[in-house]
């Protein structure tokens, strides 16, 4: 049994997006769950079993697995037919778990610094920086209209999903922007819109 723990309109909202995406919403329970948001409202919530009180977690067969990334990973691994990623032996394999990983390792770690207004020799060392994002994304962008090549794959939906919470901080980037709105225009946002709207009226 699959259950994903989520939180309306938060970083779990891309998961939501992702079971549209792969058509696979009747195969994931989905518990909605309260935590503490910025503006001081929700609060934790203890039937959320994220050691931490986060979201997105999945729990498959009683096995907890965190981290969006992860989850992301773990989803198109066990349902390969959805055809959303490559599978294990498939020569872009490579390329995909690069995006994954990069996505946790660098760009989320960058776009949290370069809100919060922070700046420190270490991080740019450790992680470079939003130029170096930018230019990772033209240079595969400028290859292919999506990350992975001509189709959206899941990919995509991870490392685009900071640009809908954060639409100012699309970097000014023809092929950047245009990629930003041809997975924007992609029916499952409106569609996972729709359904955490739902969502949050349970959690009401
Ligand atoms: N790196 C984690 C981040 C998860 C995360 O920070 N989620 C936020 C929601 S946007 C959360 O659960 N916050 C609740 C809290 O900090 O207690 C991931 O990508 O899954």
Known sequence: MLTLYHAPNSRSSRILRLLDEMDI?????????????????????????????????????????????????????????AGFAPVVGDPDRGRYLSWLAYYGNVVEPVLVIGFSGLTHPVFDVTFRGMAEVTARLTEALEANPYLMGDRFTAADLLLVSPFNWMPDGVPDVPVIRDWVARCDARESLARTAAWDAELAKVEA
């Open 25 to 81: 919403r009747d195969r994931v329970e989905v518990r909605v769950v309260d935590i503490p948001r910025r503006d001081g409202s929700g609060g934790a919530d203890p039937a959320n079993p994220h050691p931490e009180g986060k979201v997105p977690l999945l729990v498959h067969d009683g096995v907890e697995i965190r981290e969006s990334n992860a989850i992301i990973l773990y989803l198109t691994d066990l349902f390969p037919q």
